[in-house]
Structure formats: structure tokens, C-alpha cells
């Protein structure tokens, strides 16, 4: 695979049910991102990952989002009792030291459209 | 507090004039900033970058200057083509992290054939 995966591409759920979201980074990269983007706006961080542990989490909304990357590759954003406020695309993406801030370019993949009714 | 700003929510312009998009800055920490392409149903992809040790760079058709007294950039695109329609994103290195970027809410850029 040549670049970042994310599945599934659209999820449609109702309010209050539980939602996971999967990225595939770049292999090799071990640096990992997720970002929200809203309707009319840019990304915005939610947490970075280097390795398998969480970096920097400190964009996560609230204590309902949650995201693992147990083995360093693969990393799941879980979201539980989702409001319709959750409604967005979250965008994942991947560098290879973590030094996006610096030159090193973050590739993204395509996102999934998450819509709560 | 948005402290990445696109103020120009769309641009339109005629095939093979000059693009110019804006971007203003309010942290003066931040010292990179670059751009961002997207096409609807993709994820944004890389175009261009700049370190706040210079005042331009160039790749090809693109050109980003970097006023850091006036904490504004632009991005040029000469000469524009119709394959370039899509939405920009400006961004930053928040507070000099090495790792974590704040966007601007995005130009969408039309360029009529």
C-alpha cells in the first residue's frame, strides 16, 4: 500500500451508539495523527502518536474519545455514546519521525464521514 | 481563537493568470508554515513550505512569501490551471512543536478554463 488508509470511508450511526474508526499509516512511519475536520473548517489536532504510545492527546474533545495504536502500525479512534456534534470527518495521517512541525511531511489519508443522527 | 486565519473563504480566477492566497498568523512562535492542497473525497496533500529563517520559496509554478513582521504569507500559483481548482489550506507549526500543526479554515481556489 502506497499511502494512508482509513476505514470505512462514510459511517452512518445514531446518537448514543459507539463508533470506531481505523487508520492504516504509511509503513515504516512512526508518527501517527488524527484530526477532525468540521463543515467550513480546517483540520483540527486531536492526538499524536509516536510509536504505540499517545504523545500528545490534549486535542481529544472530551473523555468519549479515545484512540489506541497497540502494535505501532494500525491505530483505532473510538467514540462512545457519539452526539450529533461528533459529525465530521476525522482524517488520519502519518509521518515518518514525528516531525511534522519541522519540514517533515505528513501524508494524509482520504478520511472517514462520520454522520450521528 | 483562530490563530491560523484564511480570510477569503473562496477565489476565482481565469487560466494562466496569477493565484494569490493569504494567510495571516497571530503567534509569533510559530516559525513553519506551510501549504496544503485538497480535493473533495481526499485528504489534503502536501504542496509547499517554509521555515521562518526565510522570505521565499519556490517549486515550479508555486511561490510562498513569508512577511513575519506582518505575520502573513501567500501562496502564488502562476500560472494557474484548471487542475489547481481545489481547497488550500495554510498551516503552522503550533507554538514551534515539532509535531503538531494548526490549520486555517481553507481558500477554495476556481480556476476557469
Known amino acids: 500500500g502506497a499511502g494512508v488508509s482509513q476505514t470505512p470511508s462514510n459511517k452512518v450511526t445514531e446518537k448514543g451508539k459507539y463508533v470506531e474508526l481505523r487508520c492504516d499509516p504509511i509503513s515504516g512511519h512512526t508518527a501517527l495523527y488524527w484530526y477532525r475536520q468540521s463543515l467550513g473548517q480546517g483540520p483540527e489536532f486531536l492526538i499524536y502518536?509516536?510509536?504505540?504510545?499517545?504523545?500528545?492527546d490534549s486535542g481529544l474533545p472530551n473523555d468519549r474519545f479515545f484512540a489506541v495504536r497497540p502494535e505501532g502500525s494500525v491505530s483505532t479512534l473510538k467514540i462512545q455514546r457519539t452526539e450529533r456534534g461528533d459529525s465530521a470527518v476525522y482524517l488520519c495521517a502519518s509521518s515518518l519521525n514525528g516531525l511534522a512541525g519541522l519540514g517533515e511531511t505528513q501524508y494524509f489519508g482520504p478520511g472517514t464521514r462520520l454522520l450521528v443522527l | 481563537d483562530q490563530q491560523v486565519k484564511q480570510n477569503s473563504p473562496s477565489l476565482s480566477v481565469q487560466e494562466g493568470r496569477i493565484s494569490i492566497l493569504n494567510c495571516d498568523y497571530t503567534?509569533?512562535?510559530?516559525?513553519?508554515f506551510l501549504w496544503y492542497k485538497k480535493y473533495p473525497a481526499e485528504g489534503p496533500t502536501f504542496l509547499i513550505s517554509?521555515?521562518?529563517?526565510?522570505d521565499k520559496n519556490e517549486d515550479g509554478r508555486f511561490t510562498v512569501f513569508l512577511n513575519k513582521s506582518a505575520k502573513h504569507l501567500s501562496l502564488h500559483i502562476v500560472p494557474s490551471q484548471p487542475g489547481d481548482s481545489a481547497v488550500y489550506f495554510c498551516a503552522s507549526n503550533s507554538g514551534g512543536s515539532n509535531y503538531k500543526l494548526t490549520f486555517g479554515k481553507g481558500t477554495l481556489l476556481t480556476v476557469n478554463p
Open positions: 502518536f509516536q510509536g504505540t504510545g499517545a504523545a500528545d
Open positions: 517554509i521555515s521562518s529563517i526565510k
Open positions: 503567534n509569533s512562535m510559530f516559525d513553519y
